[in-house]
């Protein structure tokens, strides 16, 4: 089971991604929505609504400990933002919103992720970028200089929207790490 974050922002494109890799998903929004899951998707959005949304629901004390018990995650930009060190601090990182520019800069490219044979194509909305990271942080792929997409253990963070491109790649990456820990936990 797929838990998609739905606090605010596009969970119903991640929804769809993983019905057409016939996944089965349901939302989140509150703690008791995660029991259960083998992996979760946080989505982009709005980072101070998602933030004050977490905060209200008591997800923002329970998300830090399911990503610490290994909890596949895959975050899009807002999601990267939540992950953040000033934020739940899932993730040894620091970003920049809106690093990119405002709603009227948005753009698309395609980015070179390593690990991944091919660029992904990329919607960059109100973007934000990785400023710094710590040691256990990978940065895996960069737009401009700017890092875009990190790895960390079984998380995957991107400034960008795979969901709105009909990109199917870092979903399937998220689906693999849950069929990994799943046989892991059953030896």
Not at 34 to 54: D, F, H, N, R
Not at 91 to 110: K, P
Not at 132 to 155: C, K
Request: glycine fraction near 10%; hydrophobic fraction near 50%.
């Amino acid at each position: 089971m797929v838990g998609v974050l739905a606090l605010q922002g596009d969970f119903a494109a991640h929804r769809r991604i993983l019905a057409a890799l016939h996944a089965d998903s349901r939302e989140v929004r509150t703690p008791a929505d995660l029991q259960g899951l083998s992996v979760l998707i946080l989505p982009g959005g709005e980072s101070t609504t998602m933030s004050l949304g977490a905060v209200r629901e008591g997800l923002d004390r329970v998300l830090p400990e399911v990503a610490a018990q290994g909890l596949p995650m895959l975050a899009t930009c807002a999601g990267m933002i939540l992950l953040d060190r000033d934020h739940l601090g899932v993730l040894d990182i620091a970003t920049q919103r809106n690093a990119f520019g405002r709603q009227i800069r948005s753009f698309e490219a395609d980015v070179a992720l390593a690990g991944f044979a091919e660029p992904v194509h990329a919607v960059f909305i109100r973007a934000p970028w990785v400023v710094e990271h710590g040691a256990g942080v990978e940065p895996i792929g960069e737009l401009d200089g700017h890092v875009v997409a990190v790895r960390a253990g079984a998380i995957l963070a991107v400034a960008f929207h795979p969901e709105l491109t009909g990109e199917t790649r870092l979903h399937r990456w998220l689906l693999e790490r849950a069929a990994q820990r799943a046989s892991t936990s059953s030896i």
